[in-house]
């Protein structure tokens, strides 16, 4: 499998960094990293929209400088890369993200381990960080817990480590499908099921809550099912879009019939805790 290296030169880098991100997500980007004034993106080759992707960078160029180039790489190790910068994430007080790499902090109650690999969702990225926090606000003790777009698995394995009777992980990448596997076993949790695949695997399945971190236009799409498979009471959180897209995805959580319970944002990124 073949990536596409997407670098874009942002001067000055923020906000614009945060709405390139949430905008290449919503046409298949999977990996980001930031690097000073530089933004690296990452896109399997085969499914890379070159001019969609221009479209989207030029679309700031009045607001910011930018520079950009894309670059094809060969599948590599990406461990090296991520370990030269990714250090331990503190989501609150019972609850870190490290590597295996990182030392053991026995003075937290859930020590959750990832290996990043190219997949999504170390704790770093605001909206894993909004997400893996709020569950911490919903007692998950023998529930059925949905994970869309589950990455590396984190949200699976905070939400097992909290209880859950039985968490289902779907992702369509299978790169993110076999890192969630091995960091499941990492993390000694044994009731997640993953599957490679979208949302038509949950089809005549009913869940009591339900995990979405992907981005706008795909939970635009999917709010429906997800709503169908929910029990009443069931419980969604869905991030993976700005505070700017607000209005659109409540307008449609609205006409679907969802509660809005609790709204959260860190900079530019927002989640929404929602209620069947």
């Given at each position: 499998?073949?990536?596409?290296?997407?670098?874009?030169?942002?001067?000055?880098?923020?906000?614009?960094?945060?709405?390139?991100?949430?905008?290449?997500?919503?046409i298949?980007?999977?990996?980001?990293?930031?690097?000073e004034?530089?933004?690296?993106?990452?896109?399997?080759?085969?499914?890379?929209q070159?001019?969609?992707?221009?479209?989207?960078?030029?679309?700031?160029?009045?607001?910011?400088?930018?520079n950009?180039?894309?670059?094809?790489?060969?599948?590599?190790?990406?461990?090296?890369k991520?370990?030269?910068s990714?250090?331990?994430?503190?989501?609150?007080?019972?609850?870190?993200?490290r590597?295996?790499?990182?030392?053991?902090?026995k003075?937290?109650?859930?020590?959750?381990?990832?290996?990043?690999?190219?997949?999504?969702?170390?704790?770093?990225?605001?909206?894993?960080?909004?997400?893996?926090?709020?569950i911490?606000?919903?007692?998950l003790?023998?529930?059925?817990?949905?994970?869309?777009?589950s990455?590396t698995?984190?949200?699976?394995?905070?939400?097992?480590?909290?209880?859950?009777?039985?968490?289902?992980?779907?992702?369509?990448?299978?790169w993110?499908?076999?890192?969630?596997?091995?960091?499941?076993?990492?993390?000694?949790?044994?009731?997640?099921?993953?599957?490679?695949?979208?949302?038509?695997?949950?089809?005549?399945?009913?869940?009591?809550?339900?995990?979405?971190?992907?981005?706008?236009?795909?939970?635009l799409?999917?709010?429906?099912?997800y709503?169908?498979s929910?029990?009443?009471?069931?419980?969604l959180?869905?991030?993976?879009f700005?505070?700017?897209d607000?209005?659109?995805?409540?307008?449609?959580?609205?006409?679907?019939?969802?509660?809005?319970?609790n709204?959260?944002n860190k900079?530019?990124?927002?989640?929404l805790?929602?209620?069947?």
């Amino acid at each position: 499998m073949s990536y596409t290296e997407l670098t874009v030169e942002l001067k000055p880098m923020q906000p614009f960094a945060d709405i390139l991100v949430a905008r290449l997500n919503e046409i298949n980007y999977e990996t980001f990293l930031l690097e000073e004034n530089i933004l690296k993106c990452y896109i399997q080759t085969s499914i890379l929209q070159k001019n969609e992707s221009i479209d989207i960078i030029l679309s700031l160029s009045d607001q910011t400088k930018i520079n950009y180039f894309f670059n094809k790489i060969d599948k590599k190790n990406w461990n090296a890369k991520w370990e030269e910068s990714f250090s331990p994430v503190k989501i609150n007080s019972n609850c870190i993200i490290r590597a295996d790499f990182h030392k053991e902090n026995k003075d937290i109650e859930h020590e959750i381990v990832i290996t990043p690999k190219m997949s999504f969702g170390t704790g770093h990225h605001e909206t894993t960080f909004l997400m893996s926090n709020e569950i911490f606000n919903i007692k998950l003790t023998n529930l059925s817990i949905l994970d869309m777009g589950s990455g590396t698995g984190v949200l699976s394995i905070i939400s097992s480590k909290l209880g859950a009777k039985e968490v289902m992980a779907i992702d369509i990448d299978e790169w993110a499908y076999e890192n969630s596997i091995e960091n499941s076993i990492l993390n000694n949790t044994n009731n997640i099921n993953f599957f490679k695949g979208d949302v038509s695997l949950i089809r005549n399945k009913n869940f009591d809550c339900i995990l979405a971190n992907i981005n706008r236009n795909i939970i635009l799409r999917d709010l429906v099912t997800y709503y169908k498979s929910l029990i009443n009471g069931g419980k969604l959180l869905i991030s993976g879009f700005l505070v700017e897209d607000f209005d659109i995805v409540n307008k449609k959580i609205n006409e679907i019939g969802f509660k809005l319970i609790n709204k959260k944002n860190k900079n530019k990124w927002l989640m929404l805790h929602l209620e069947k």
